[in-house]
């Protein structure tokens, strides 16, 4: 008998002592009470429990310790990250240990973080997630003018852009559009920040 069901069934006889009547549907501890498959999970592409599956209604918080013994039986994640969390929060008895379990699968592995890495290498430009969402190539990016007390005119994709070319913070290029007029103190005295529009 592995552990996880060993401790299930403790579960029942504790019910069973204190007169507790653990079902589909009960609420003990503010939680619903919620169905265990035991002694083995249930397969990974099964959403849902059916009938005749193997297993024990349990406490939320009797059910997360119990998923948290059957993934080291079954030498994979049998739980759910929060719900887990919210029971390890209530510092149960031997809450180290639980927390070594669940620290344990929740670390990815040395495979999955050689195939993130190989999935997001050389993704630059039009090839990172990130393109086209800040900047010049944001379609919400508002393009900006700079006109130099001299008459000289820079533009730039946006206010980020401005700032960084122009050495300054986005805030000075934000009051300076703001305001809309010559700026008359500061490091762009004389200079009128707007936003360029098409004509």
């Known amino acids: 008998m592995l552990p996880n069901e060993v401790f299930a069934l403790e579960c029942l006889a504790r019910y069973a002592r204190e007169g507790l009547d653990v079902r589909e549907g009960g609420v003990h501890d503010g939680h ?23 297993g024990y209604y349990l406490t939320f918080f009797d059910h997360q310790h119990q998923g948290l013994l ?30 070594d379990i669940y620290d344990k699968f ?12 190989e999935a997001l290498s050389g993704r630059t430009g039009p090839l990172c997630p990130m393109y086209g969402r800040y900047g010049a190539s944001n379609n919400a990016s508002r393009a900006v003018k700079v006109i130099r007390p001299d008459g000289s005119e820079e533009y730039f994709g946006g ?11 986005r805030s000075n290029v934000w009051y300076g ?3 809309g007029h010559i700026l008359e103190q500061g490091m762009f005295k004389g200079c009128q920040f707007l936003y360029d529009v098409e004509e």
Do not use: M
């Not at 929740?106 to 993130?116: A, F, G, I, S, Y």
């Open 159 to 169: 206010i980020n852009e401005a700032a960084r070319e122009l050495k300054t913070s």
């Open 106 to 117: 929740n670390k990815p592995t040395e495979e999955t973080k050689k195939k993130l890495s």
């Open 32 to 54: 619903q009470d919620e169905f265990a498959h035991c002694p083995k999970p249930k397969p990974k592409e099964q959403k849902y429990r059916l009938p005749g599956d193997l």
């Open 177 to 179: 559009l703001k305001n």
């Open 70 to 99: 059957q993934s080291v039986d079954v030498g994979r994640k049998c739980y759910i990250n929060y719900k887990v969390k919210l029971y390890l929060d209530t510092w149960p008895s031997g809450c180290f240990e639980l927390w």
